[in-house]
């Protein structure tokens, strides 16, 4: 090999070498930022929650609670904190909000979670209703959709009890109003079309099992189940 290759060869590889070694450098100090900033951006989105959870929790030794019992101490930490509203819109806006953040959950000490992370797709809750048992909770999923319109609509049912969700139910349809029945052992709501009245659509479920227990298609009449008319008239 003539000496003047040699040089080339030798100045090529210097310089690939040099520029690997920078590389290496940048992009280690890059991830050593972007390591460093999740890990701030987390503490601090953990000490909010934090903050949160401890307001929506009352002082149970006030209420009736048995807190000598593990888990039905348990059971009312999960509902006061899953039916607070700024805790549960927080949690809600973290994933949105910091793009970094992939989940969020709370948990107790055990690592069993206490409020769920959000729902894919989601852009916020209403109609939060808490059953007469105390223990079970449901709320309605607002979502968007790339059909034009510019605002989140309700295109699930989700119902919550003793930390956990139960079920999720929904007909593709935008679900117009929901309700608990029989203490809350059984869950019914009504889906319609977005715009119009055009398909009237009315399900009930056992909160347990989740199974179909009646339905019902069309405007409710005098001679409709009774549970369709108590939701059309709400």
Not at 89 to 104: A, C, H, Q, R
Request: include cysteine.
């Amino acid at each position: 090999m003539r000496r003047k290759t040699k040089i080339v060869l030798a100045i090529t590889f210097m310089v690939a070498a040099l520029v690997l070694g920078f590389s290496y450098i940048y992009i280690s100090e890059l991830l050593r930022q972007r390591v460093t900033t999740a890990r701030e951006s987390a503490a601090q989105l953990t000490s909010n929650l934090a903050y949160l959870a401890a307001n929506a929790a009352p002082d149970l030794s006030s209420t009736k609670v048995d807190t000598s019992n593990p888990e039905a101490t348990r059971r009312a930490v999960a509902y006061y904190l899953g039916t607070d509203r700024d805790l549960n819109n927080f949690l809600e806006s973290v994933v949105g909000t910091w793009p970094i953040i992939y989940d969020t959950a709370i948990v107790d000490s055990d690592g069993k979670v206490i409020i769920p992370p959000p729902e894919k797709g989601q852009a916020g809750v209403d109609f939060l209703k808490i059953a007469d048992d105390k223990h079970t909770a449901g709320w309605l999923v607002d979502e968007k959709i790339d059909d034009g319109t510019s605002y989140p609509i309700a295109l699930t049912l989700v119902v919550y009890r003793s930390g956990k969700i139960l079920h999720r139910f929904g007909d593709g349809m935008v679900i117009a109003n929901w309700c608990f029945l029989e203490g809350g052992e059984q869950v019914a709501f009504y889906t319609n079309t977005l715009h119009g009245d055009l398909a009237p659509h009315y399900e009930l479920h056992g909160v347990a099992s989740g199974r179909l227990v009646g339905k019902y298609d069309g405007h409710p009449g005098p001679h409709a189940p009774a549970w369709t008319r108590d939701l059309a008239d709400q």
